[in-house]
Protein backbone atom coordinates (compact mmCIF):
# COMPACT_ATOMS: atom_id res chain seq x y z
CA UNK A 1 0.00 0.00 0.00
CA UNK A 2 1.19 3.59 -0.82
CA UNK A 3 2.43 4.79 2.79
CA UNK A 4 0.64 8.09 2.19
CA UNK A 5 -2.69 7.15 0.60
CA UNK A 6 -3.47 5.38 3.18
CA UNK A 7 -3.87 5.98 7.38
CA UNK A 8 -2.77 3.53 9.83
CA UNK A 9 -3.82 3.22 13.44
CA UNK A 10 -3.97 0.93 16.45
CA UNK A 11 -6.07 2.90 18.47
CA UNK A 12 -9.44 1.23 18.63
CA UNK A 13 -11.30 3.98 20.13
CA UNK A 14 -10.43 6.50 17.04
CA UNK A 15 -11.15 4.02 15.04
CA UNK A 16 -14.68 3.62 16.22
CA UNK A 17 -14.45 7.61 15.97
CA UNK A 18 -13.66 7.70 12.47
CA UNK A 19 -16.48 5.22 11.12
CA UNK A 20 -18.81 7.13 13.35
CA UNK A 21 -18.11 10.18 11.54
CA UNK A 22 -18.44 8.18 8.47
CA UNK A 23 -14.77 7.82 7.41
CA UNK A 24 -15.04 3.83 5.91
CA UNK A 25 -12.72 1.61 7.46
CA UNK A 26 -10.14 -0.08 4.36
CA UNK A 27 -8.68 -2.74 5.98
CA UNK A 28 -7.93 -4.39 9.29
CA UNK A 29 -4.09 -5.66 9.18
CA UNK A 30 -2.81 -8.23 11.80
CA UNK A 31 0.61 -7.40 12.78
CA UNK A 32 3.57 -9.85 13.58
CA UNK A 33 2.46 -9.85 17.05
CA UNK A 34 -0.86 -10.45 16.16
CA UNK A 35 -1.48 -6.43 17.10
CA UNK A 36 -4.18 -5.04 15.21
CA UNK A 37 -4.00 -2.30 12.69
CA UNK A 38 -6.91 -0.22 11.44
CA UNK A 39 -6.53 1.20 7.38
CA UNK A 40 -8.30 4.59 6.62
CA UNK A 41 -7.87 6.09 3.25
CA UNK A 42 -6.17 9.33 3.98
CA UNK A 43 -7.65 12.74 3.32
CA UNK A 44 -7.84 16.50 4.47
CA UNK A 45 -10.97 15.35 6.22
CA UNK A 46 -9.82 12.46 7.93
CA UNK A 47 -6.47 14.02 9.20
CA UNK A 48 -9.15 16.97 10.30
CA UNK A 49 -11.22 14.52 12.11
CA UNK A 50 -8.09 13.11 14.17
CA UNK A 51 -6.58 16.31 14.98
CA UNK A 52 -10.19 17.60 16.42
CA UNK A 53 -9.98 13.91 18.03
CA UNK A 54 -6.77 14.19 19.69
CA UNK A 55 -6.45 18.06 20.49
CA UNK A 56 -9.52 19.96 20.51
CA UNK A 57 -11.61 20.36 24.25
CA UNK A 58 -14.68 17.77 24.90
CA UNK A 59 -16.97 20.40 24.36
CA UNK A 60 -16.25 20.98 20.74
CA UNK A 61 -18.42 20.07 18.28
CA UNK A 62 -16.17 18.62 15.71
CA UNK A 63 -16.24 15.30 18.75
CA UNK A 64 -20.00 15.07 18.31
CA UNK A 65 -20.78 11.86 17.35
CA UNK A 66 -24.61 9.76 16.86
CA UNK A 67 -24.52 7.36 18.96
CA UNK A 68 -26.12 4.67 17.23
CA UNK A 69 -23.39 5.34 14.67
CA UNK A 70 -20.84 4.77 17.45
CA UNK A 71 -22.73 1.87 18.91
CA UNK A 72 -22.69 0.12 15.39
CA UNK A 73 -19.11 1.13 14.88
CA UNK A 74 -18.25 -0.79 18.02
CA UNK A 75 -20.27 -4.18 17.15
CA UNK A 76 -18.85 -4.24 13.41
CA UNK A 77 -15.28 -3.81 14.70
CA UNK A 78 -15.91 -6.41 17.60
CA UNK A 79 -17.32 -8.58 14.51
CA UNK A 80 -14.55 -8.23 12.03
CA UNK A 81 -11.45 -8.37 15.00
CA UNK A 82 -13.16 -11.90 16.13
CA UNK A 83 -13.92 -13.30 13.07
Known amino acids: MNKDKYYKTSA ?3 TVFLIA ?7 IER ?3 EKLV ?3 LNSKKLQDL ?11 PALKVN ?11 K ?3 HD
Open 12 to 14: FYL
Open 21 to 27: KSIPLCD
Open 31 to 33: SDH
Open 38 to 40: FVF
Open 50 to 60: IRSYNFHEDKD
Open 67 to 77: FRKTEKAIKTL
Open 79 to 81: SLI
